[in-house]
């Protein structure tokens, strides 16, 4: 008969785990040691115990079926039909294509690449009824899982300007092609952008479901899968859970307008923390940034190049960012055990005070009007100032550190000459209908200062 060993331990109580942790600490004091606050104002304990768990987040989180993106920008016709089927045969599971130009012949960039049964990801920075509609029927005859990523309030917020004259005409366009197609799910929401702008994880979650909710409540045909563009930082377990309770809480919102209706999540790892010196610690950060993708339930992971920021698409920076996911998926089998983080009594908390803190900002923006109105008035890019300055002050301070950046720098690394691509915020002045929300990095200012001395 098998007998438990662990019957033959008493259970120690989280009290007495607190006593003894107090004891090694020599008199120090315990909430000022060993507790830490973070930016969410949710406070990390030095252990957690089942004693003081309540409640499990109801999500479930199958990274079994996590594809390996790849992201193709489409300039040139041919060398982006060369690229896809390229990075296809070298491991590449998904694609996604940004084109930004309505007379790109996507007929002829579709036509040689084998997409049966294979999802693809068109992020589109216009709105064409007909190129749409030309997506819809490609996808029937390729029998191909197509997302038509279109975003418009995202686009205002990046841009200051809508893709047409007014919100109301992009709305209307997008009912027309909700309507005029079959096949393709049509919207996305980019909460990428709140993240590289420097908003904390509540903001990130509570910005981008009042987002998803403007369309949920303008869209009344919309009943397909809403695609959440997502970037994540390197707080491992903080994105973890942020994933899950983004899941869980869209879950609960949706279901009041169309219980059907699903969300899709495509993550790429986060630009924020990225460097142009010491840019191969950029894959060290990029690594334990997938991890947390897929084991938060990422639907696709498309993985972000260690030298993007000052290179250009390049088949070596492609390569070893791809090759970092097939080692996760194929050697460190991250795909083979779903909801990886059941049993984690810290994930489990984390995901429940993101949730609620989340679900509160969420419910405040609704009751000032919702995220349109105080995207117009200003209130969300202040908002994601005032956090991402704090995060900037953490880092001038060296607080928040970026190894071979603001510690342990290496003075004889030089990049002056090695830069083919600005990777700094770009400036361009025009007429815009609202201030648009700036991606910054954290190390801009530093890298400038130090360019300028090479």
């Known amino acids: 008969m098998a007998t438990n060993l662990f019957d033959n331990f008493s259970p120690i109580s989280s009290k007495q785990w607190k006593q003894k942790i107090q004891f090694e600490l020599d008199g120090a004091d315990y909430n000022e040691t060993v507790i ?29 079926n996590f594809k390996i993106c790849q992201n193709i920008f489409v300039h040139d016709i041919d060398k982006s039909i060369q690229r896809a089927i390229n ?32 999802i693809v990801y068109f992020n589109l920075t216009f709105i064409s009824i007909d190129f749409v509609k030309l997506l819809d029927t490609i996808s029937i005859r390729k029998k191909a899982v197509f997302y038509c990523n279109i975003d418009p309030i995202g686009y205002f917020a990046k ?74 930082g390197t707080n491992y377990f903080f994105e973890i859970a942020k ?30 923390n ?12 990029t690594t334990t940034e997938c991890m947390s993708a897929i084991l938060g339930g990422a639907d696709a992971v498309a993985n972000l190049p260690y030298d993007s920021l000052y290179h250009k698409d390049n088949e070596f920076g492609d390569r070893i960012a791809r090759n970092q996911l097939l080692i996760l998926k194929h050697e460190s089998y991250f795909d083979k055990v779903n909801n990886p983080s059941d049993g984690s009594y810290y994930i489990e ?23 349109l109105k105080l995207l117009n008035d200003g209130i969300i890019k202040k908002k994601i100032q005032e956090s991402a300055a704090k995060e900037q002050e953490l880092f001038d301070s060296k607080k928040e550190v970026l190894l071979g950046t603001n510690k342990y720098p290496n003075k004889e690394d030089k990049m002056k000459h090695d830069l083919e691509l600005f990777p700094f915020v770009k400036i361009k002045p025009r007429k815009t209908l609202i ?15 130090r360019l300028e001395l090479e």
């Open 274 to 285: 990225k460097t142009i010196y010491d840019y191969n610690v950029n894959m060290l950060r």
């Open 349 to 371: 908390s984390l995901t429940m005070q993101l949730a609620e803190k989340s679900l509160n900002l969420f419910k405040d923006i609704e009751a000032n009007g919702g995220f």
């Open 243 to 272: 994933l899950r309770a983004l899941r869980m809480l869209f879950k609960i919102i949706a279901a009041e307008y169309n219980p059907d209706i699903t969300c899709h999540f495509l993550v790429t790892p986060t630009k924020r």
């Open 36 to 64: 830490w606050n973070s930016p969410e104002d949710i406070q990390v304990k030095p252990f957690y115990h089942r004693d003081e768990f309540s409640k499990a987040a109801t999500v479930k989180t199958e990274v079994s």
């Open 159 to 232: 841009e200051g300007n809508w893709f047409t004259t007014s919100d109301k005409n992009n709305f209307e366009t997008l009912e027309n092609i909700s309507k005029a197609t079959t096949n393709l799910p049509l919207l996305s929401v980019d909460l990428g952008l709140y993240q590289n702008a420097g908003a904390n994880i509540t903001q990130q979650i509570a910005y981008s479901l009042a987002h998803a909710n403007e369309y949920l409540n303008r869209l009344p045909s919309i009943t397909k899968p809403i695609v959440f563009q997502i970037s994540v």
């Open 435 to 449: 201030t648009p929300i700036i991606e910054k990095r954290l190390a801009e200012k530093l890298e400038q200062e």
């Open 87 to 118: 990075t296809i045969e070298r491991g590449a599971e998904s694609l996604r294509f940004t084109i930004q130009n309505e007379k790109t012949d996507i007929q002829k960039l579709l036509e040689k690449l084998p997409l049966e049964n294979r």
